[in-house]
């Protein structure tokens, strides 16, 4: 009779089916997951997408307006953004505005690509 390739997890000489999965890079997985975690939410994805549609930069007050929450919940999505790497702020006077970074602008177009948007 014929061994099975598959082993039944105990430990007596039997060949194992398969080779064990690679390492992960656990810095890599927790940058990854601390951008994916700021886009995984509906107001931050909206002014991610709305910061990277605009021409120069968008203050928060026209954001604000732009997705009906107030400017303490914008305020707190923007730094979120922000501190994931997916903005960045430049600061005129009183006001801030935001700009996509070049991670944004790869992933927004992967986004698209996706859905098949850019067809």
Sequence with gaps: ??????TDGT???AETCCTPPGDV???AMATDLQVLTAMGNDTRYELLRRIANADDGVCVCDLEAAVGVSQSAVS???SRLY???LVTRRKEGSWRYYEPTETTTALLEILDDLRGAHE
């Design 11 to 13: 430990t007596g000489g």
């Design 25 to 27: 890079d656990s810095d």
């Design 83 to 85: 501190t994931a790497g």
């Design 1 to 6: 009779m014929e061994k099975d390739a598959i």
């Design 76 to 78: 707190q999505a923007l």
